[in-house]
């Protein structure tokens, strides 16, 4: 069992930057592979980012490239998304996400994942 704790969500004008994190406990954090993904009102929740167990492997949705940055601290059982020029339609509940294979994170069936924080980005 993978228990995950998003936090960092917030209100922010358009172009600010927000930092979440995800904080993991239960087995064995570094073994597994993470990822971001998010869903707005009335849609479906879509991949933002992942990231390997080793840290060495990132991967982002054409969306966000640029802009959102994820990293992880396996001292500290701690995923990051670190994300710059913010824009409205960024606006979702973000949910961490966590599985052994990075291809079933990407894939949106990680069986891990957190209860999501809010990002809402005014214009």
């Known amino acids: 069992q993978v228990q995950l704790v998003e936090s960092g969500g917030g209100l922010v004008q358009a172009g600010g930057s927000l930092r979440l994190s995800c904080a993991a406990s239960g087995r064995t954090f570094s073994n597994t592979a993470m990822g971001w993904f998010r869903q707005a009102p009335g849609k479906e929740r879509d991949f933002v980012a992942s990231?390997?167990?080793?840290?060495?492997?990132?991967n982002y949705a054409d969306s966000v490239k640029g802009r959102f940055t994820i990293s992880r601290d396996n001292a500290k059982k701690t995923v990051y998304l670190q994300m710059n020029s913010l824009k409205p339609e960024d606006t979702s509940v973000y949910y961490c996400a966590a599985d052994l294979s990075i291809r079933t994170v990407e894939a949106g069936t990680s069986r891990y994942w957190g209860q999501g924080t809010q990002v809402t980005v005014s214009s």
């Open positions: 990231i390997s167990w080793s840290g060495a492997g990132t």
